[in-house]
Each structure stands twice: as structure tokens, then as C-alpha cells.
């Protein structure tokens, strides 16, 4: 009879207890860990604004070397990829023949001239709204 309870316990499953403790383990560090992971991922979306801005920030230099001139706002950072009829346009300016869309999938607001120097490039964050705080903040050219 002894053998045939040691047989029985090796094919044991685990027990409610077992499986609620490996639940709450886990819950507890969805908890701890979660908000680390989130913010990390907001700041990593900031970065690749300001990674983006810097390349568009570079082929508005090349388009004013061709050109003599910025884009102005009308004709926009479509002007990069797209020839606006202009003499001695060499475009396209931007390697991947688009102009990027922020990293939480809205166009870059670009004027020219700008507010804060001969051009503007803002990104508006995770909220799309000008200001804010965290995640939300403004990334911008200047």
C-alpha cells in the first residue's frame, strides 16, 4: 500500500492555496513594477520626439542650402519629400521619403517663420494639447 501512495502523490496537482499565493506574488509585482515600466516607456516616447525633431531640424538645413530658404508654414515639412515647384529643389530631403509622425501618431506643428527662431517644430506629448507636465510635456525645436 505504501507504494501506491507515493504513486498517487507524484501525480498530485497543485492546490487552491498554492495557485491563490503564485497569484497574489504576481499581482504584487504588477503592482511595484508597472508604474516603473509605464514611465519608462513615456520618457522612451519623449526621446524618440526629440531624435525625430533633430532629423527634421537637419533636412530643413539641407533644404535651405538647395534653396536659400525654409519652408515657409503653407508649404510645410511636406517641402522635404515633396517638391513644391520650386527652382533648384533636390529633394527628398528626409532619408524614408515621409515626414515622420510623432510617437504617439500625430504630424509635428511646423512654422515658419517661427516664434522662437526661423522656424518651429513642437510636439505636443501624450495628451496632443499644448503644456503640460510628465508624459504631456511640450517637445520642442528650440
Known sequence: MKKFNSEKNRHRGFSLIELIVVLVILGLLATIVGPSVMSRLGKGKADIARVQINNLEGALSLFRFDIGRYPNTSEGMMALVESPGIQNWSG???????VPVDPWGREYEYRCPGQNGDYDIICYGADGVEGGEGDNVDIVSW
Not at 527628398?92 to 515621409?98: C, D, S
Open 92 to 98: 527628398p530631403y528626409l532619408e524614408k521619403r515621409r
